[in-house]
Nanobody, 125 residues
Framework: QVHLVESGGGLVQAGGSLRLSCAAS????????IGWFRQAPGKEREFVGA????????GYADSVKGRFTISRDNPNNIVYLQMNSLKPEDTAVYYC??????????????????WGQGTQVTVSS
């Protein structure tokens, strides 16, 4: 079992950057693929990006490709979401999630077993 806690959210101006962290408990963290999702008010939760167990594979939604980067530090049980060139439409609650079935990028939120509580990101124009 994995317990996830996101941090690093906040208020930033358009064009700015934030780095979100997803800290995980559990000895087998390196066997979990981690996904980042976001949910804006009145909208469904959507895929942002994900990273495989080893970190060898990453994938991103088209809306963030080239601006966001996911990395992981398995010895310290942390996954990062570096967000650059932020836009007002990136405003949302950001969640990290973990799944252990597939050592690959997984963009289907229904396949994730564990979720964090979320962290708010607000981008002002």
């Amino acid at each position: 079992q994995v317990h996830l806690v996101e941090s690093g959210g906040g208020l930033v101006q358009a064009g700015g950057s934030l780095r979100l962290s997803c800290a995980a408990s559990g000895r087998t963290f390196s066997r979990y693929a981690i996904g980042w999702f976001r949910q804006a008010p009145g909208k469904e939760r959507e895929f942002v990006g994900a990273i495989s167990w080893s970190g060898g594979s990453t994938g991103y939604a088209d809306s963030v490709k080239g601006r966001f980067t996911i990395s992981r530090d398995n010895p310290n049980n942390i996954v990062y979401l570096q967000m650059n060139s932020l836009k007002p439409e990136d405003t949302a609650v950001y969640y990290c999630a973990a799944e252990s079935r597939f050592d690959m990028v997984v963009d289907d939120l229904g396949l994730y077993d564990y979720w964090g509580q979320g962290t708010q990101v607000t981008v002002s124009s």
